[in-house]
């Protein structure tokens, strides 16, 4: 016998990599994204910004971070951690 997940009816994680790349968009306007869920929860993100030009690593996450709080704040956040996030200027 195998074991087998079954989807507990959460949010499909399509709808949640669009509503991450919406927010830092338009936090970071012109800004290119790439977001891919990894696990129920979990997601891996790349931004190229030049909002990111003379800011050390800790500001540029922070950027991203606060860009998506609102997406990771309440007991049933959609964005459970972000397992990798790659901040680049152009």
């Known amino acids: 016998m195998a074991l087998q997940i079954l989807n507990t ?5 399509e709808v949640i ?3 991450i790349q919406a927010a830092i968009e338009n936090a970071l306007p012109g800004a290119a994204v790439d977001v891919r869920c990894v696990s129920p929860g979990h997601f891996e993100i790349k931004v190229t910004s030049e909002a990111f030009a003379d800011k050390p690593m800790l500001k540029q996450h922070q950027l991203v971070y606060g860009a998506i709080a609102d997406l990771m704040s309440g007991d ?15």
């Open 9 to 13: 009816g959460g949010p499909d994680p």
């Open 17 to 19: 990599v669009g509503q």
């Open 76 to 90: 049933a956040a959609p964005v459970h951690a972000v397992d990798r996030l790659e901040c680049s200027l152009p």
